[in-house]
């Protein structure tokens, strides 16, 4: 098994310019997360989707959109990119809210 | 609003030495805490949780933590470090659905 797989890796973006960032997970999870990482500030929810077709919002989803493709897929996409934007993204995946989160390894994001 | 606090931004210690990772939480309802480990360039990986029952739970790689709920903390702790255990090392606590991230303790084991 994979686990939780995020492409691309590294992406370096100008201000304005759109970009989607691609999850996935083989572990047959309902619950998938992304979230967002800068020095300091630990990990922020973005969004979160309970289960296949849902989504939610979660403490900073401003200047994001979430797609829950199927029950596998989790995709982030940022319309018009921001310097405020830089930053690791991390997509996790779990079987429900009281239980461990499965992390994939993180995309580092340079808005300039 | 919900938060965790971990008081400690960066902790230095010695190899084989004890260490203590302190974590605070704001709500003193029912909660379920976990440490989380973060290598460099990697994800986290889970060290340990409570959901219930004992107060001192046993984690991953001799990493053990203690719940109180009177004082609303889960402090990890490691008898003797490695250097293998410099990482940074997040507290998180579960408020409703969703996870509530502290803002991270970064392990500097020094030999």
């Known amino acids: 098994n994979a686990g939780v797989t995020q492409t691309p890796k590294f992406q370096v973006l100008k201000t304005g310019q759109s970009m989607t960032l691609q999850c996935a997970q083989d572990m047959n999870h309902n619950s998938m997360y992304w979230y967002r990482q800068d020095p300091g500030m630990g990990l922020r929810l973005i969004y979160y989707s309970a289960s296949e077709g849902t989504t939610d919002k979660g403490e900073v989803p401003n200047g994001y959109n979430v797609s829950r493709l199927n029950k596998r897929e989790f995709s982030l996409r940022l319309e018009s990119a921001a310097p405020s934007q830089t930053s690791v993204y991390f997509c996790a995946s779990g079987s429900g809210s009281w239980n461990e989160q499965f992390f994939g390894p993180g995309t580092r994001l340079t808005v300039l | 609003a919900q938060s965790v606090t971990q008081l400690d931004s960066q902790v230095p210690v010695f190899e084989e030495a004890p260490v203590e990772l302190r974590c605070n939480y704001s709500?003193?309802?029912?909660?379920?805490l976990f440490w989380y480990v973060q290598y460099p360039n990697q994800g986290l990986q889970l060290l340990l949780k409570y959901l219930s029952g004992s107060t001192l739970v046993k984690g991953i790689n001799g990493f053990e933590a203690e719940f109180n709920k009177s004082q609303t903390s889960f402090h990890l702790r490691k008898p003797s470090v490695h250097i293998s255990d410099t990482a940074e090392y997040f507290c998180a606590v579960v408020y409703g659905q969703n996870f509530v991230f502290g803002p991270g303790t970064r392990l500097s084991v020094l030999p």
């Open positions: 709500s003193s309802v029912s909660v379920y």
